[in-house]
């Protein structure tokens, strides 16, 4: 009779084979094991007597797991910190512009809908800060301006504030807010226009056009096309003109001898007709005579670009700037040249060292101003007191000692 196998029992000879296939692997392990952890001996000498130490391949095999196990355990806390910060900084990101998209658009809708006071007083502060910057360029701004170059609007506005306030109780604020804006922005084009007619009359004086001044320095100017206009006030338009006349008055008056070339008050020859100092009998001139000791400073007069620098008969060494519509200043028996063919100087900018080089009997800068290659007399220039509209050009145009 057959015997039969029980229901669910694996057959004899699967496990037997199971056996075989564990005690080969076991086998095979061990081997590897030996090959890679064979047993090792140590001997130590302590106190005259030998000691023998000896670590089996199991116990090395164990320190080696050992090992394995805690290097594993540490590059898994590294990454796992490592992507949680990612995850970290990605909703950081995700926050900052849900914050910029809900501070742009619908707090401050919200903002307007539920509080237009709330609204006027951030506009109010504002405003304070504008006025505050913009005197803080120019300089305050006087109460006394004249009022014909520019419309009055103060009865208007007036007017206006009350209606809204009448129709629209919460808007009163913005309209109050809007009659500021407006009349400061007519006090500032009256501003403009006086430092503007300042400017031009203090060109006037030494002889030249304020037009041709402005025109030259804008044939040196571009840029894209950025138009200004549509619904914008046109007081506010008017305001952009006067600005930009104002700005351009003081940029030609930068270029305009009024800065002292050295720092010295004793002229010691003036402009004209002079009993010349070396052979005696009349003689021409064209400029001042500022005596002081030789390696001594030599400042540009006013902003331009360098346009010679060398030696010129009569003159020994020599620098010329050229500040547009014609005008050119000479500075002449330098000991030392310090500026460069081409360069761009600004009033009080160091170009050279007082000497006595060319037709000269002792150290002194010869300094002149020629408009058209004609001499003219430099006192004009350095003594009139040209209005400066903003206080970093003011810094700059005074130089070493500003006439």
């Known amino acids: 009779m057959t015997a039969r196998t029980r229901p669910g029992a694996a057959p ?23 090959r890679w952890f064979p047993t090792r001996e140590f001997f130590m000498r302590s106190e005259g007597h030998v000691r023998f130490v000896r670590i089996s391949t199991r116990v090395q095999a164990a320190i080696a797991g050992g090992i394995a196990a805690l290097v594993l355990v540490w590059v898994g806390v590294l990454g796992w910190a490592l992507v949680g910060q990612m995850a970290s900084g990605a909703d950081h990101h995700a926050l900052l512009e849900r914050e910029a998209a809900v501070a742009g658009a619908e707090s401050r809708v919200a903002r307007y809908r539920a509080n237009l006071d709330a609204v006027a007083g951030d506009l109010k502060r504002r405003q304070d800060f504008l006025e505050k910057a913009v005197q803080g360029v120019i300089g305050p701004i006087p109460d006394s301006l004249p009022k014909g170059t520019v419309s009055d609007s103060s009865g208007a506005t007036a007017r206006t504030v009350r209606k809204i306030s009448q129709a629209m109780p919460e808007a009163t604020g913005l309209a109050r807010i ?114 002081g000791p030789k390696g001594a400073p030599i400042f540009a007069a006013a902003a331009g670009a360098v346009s010679f620098t060398g030696v010129r008969q009569g003159y020994g060494n020599c620098v010329e700037i050229s500040h547009g519509h014609g005008l050119i200043t000479r500075y002449a028996h330098m000991s030392r040249i310090m500026a460069r ?11 050279g060292a007082i000497g006595s080089t060319g037709r000269s009997t002792g150290p002194h800068l010869h300094f002149e101003v020629r408009v058209n290659d004609r001499p003219v007399n430099p006192r004009p220039f350095l003594e009139a007191p040209f209005p400066h509209v903003f206080p970093e050009n003011h810094e700059a145009g005074k130089g070493p000692d500003h006439g």
């Open 341 to 351: 063919m081409g360069q761009q100087v600004t009033p009080g900018t160091q170009i």
């Open 178 to 291: 809007e009659a500021r804006q407006i009349a400061f922005a007519e006090r500032l084009t009256r501003f403009a226009d006086d430092r503007a007619n300042a400017a031009s009359g203090a060109i006037r004086k030494v002889g030249l056009n304020p037009q041709s001044v402005v025109a030259d320095d804008a044939r040196a100017q571009g840029g894209p096309l950025i138009r200004i206009g549509g619904n914008l006030d046109p007081r506010f338009l008017r305001l952009a003109a006067s600005l930009g006349r104002m700005s351009a008055m003081n940029t030609g008056l930068a270029h305009i001898p009024n800065t002292m070339p050295a720092s010295f008050d004793t002229i010691s020859s003036g402009f004209g007709v002079r009993s010349d100092p070396i052979e005696g009998g009349a003689a021409f001139h064209p400029g001042l005579d500022f005596k």
């Open 12 to 34: 004899e000879g699967a496990v037997a084979r199971l056996m075989d296939r564990y005690a080969q692997a076991r086998t095979y392990l061990a081997a590897r094991l030996t």
